[in-house]
């Protein structure tokens, strides 16, 4: 009996150790419960409600128009003068002379020119040189120069010229028909133009412009 007394003890201590032990980290896990307990965030967002704002502008009233007293006019003391009073005088437009009106004078009438009448190709008088067909030729032929340059290469023909007789019987528009070098026909217009005033053509009694055909010829004398 006396050797199973130190074994009854231990166990005793030890079932007590134990109970304190456990007691101790209850205890402390409790408390660790209580000191770090997560915490919980929430995710909304909080929005405020719209205020309802007036925008409306107000329009200051007008001030208000003053009103002033009217004002009192005194007349001038009137003083009697003795004598004859002085009338001014008035203008009236009766005194005045009436304006004189201008008168345009009256536009000038611009000449009307005739239009040019064409050319008759024949007329009931024909034109012609004065003195005749015989006075035409000893003009040319007294007139007329041959060209060098055409004498040395042998050209030679006749040269067809048409011009116009006028009213008064100058000559105008010289115009080759049918030519046989530059520088012959050049010579033939220049020939023609140097001629004096022909006598013109009539039809029906007054002096018409008549178109007019001369051949002239070149030819070398050998």
């Not at 004189?100 to 009307?112: D, F, G, K, L």
């Not at 010579?187 to 178109?211: H, L, T």
Request: proline share 11%.
């Amino acid at each position: 009996m006396k050797q199973m007394k130190p074994l009854k003890e231990s166990n005793l201590s030890f079932a007590m150790g134990m109970i304190v032990a456990i007691s101790a980290l209850l205890v402390a896990f409790e408390w660790s419960s209580n000191r770090q307990a997560p915490r919980i965030y929430s995710s909304e967002v909080f929005v405020p409600e719209e205020l309802d704002i007036d925008l409306t502008r107000r329009t200051p009233e007008p001030p208000k128009p003053r009103i002033e007293p009217p004002e009192v006019v005194v007349p001038d003391e009137i003083v009697a003068v003795d004598g004859p009073v002085e009338h001014q005088q008035i203008f009236t437009t009766e005194d005045q002379p009436e304006p004189q009106r201008v008168v345009p004078a009256a536009p000038v009438p611009r000449s009307i020119e005739e239009p040019e009448e064409s050319p008759l190709e024949f007329a009931e008088v024909s034109p012609g040189f004065v003195g005749g067909q015989a006075a035409l030729m000893k003009f040319l032929n007294e007139n007329m120069r041959y060209p060098q340059v055409d004498i040395e290469m042998g050209n030679e023909g006749r040269v067809i010229c048409t011009f116009v007789v006028e009213k008064n019987g100058s000559i105008t528009d010289i115009q080759v028909v049918r030519g046989v070098s530059p520088g012959i026909d050049k010579e033939a217009v220049r020939v023609i133009s140097e001629m004096p005033d022909w006598k013109p053509g009539f039809q029906n009694g007054r002096a018409v412009r008549v178109k007019f055909t001369l051949p002239v010829y070149f030819k070398i004398t050998r």
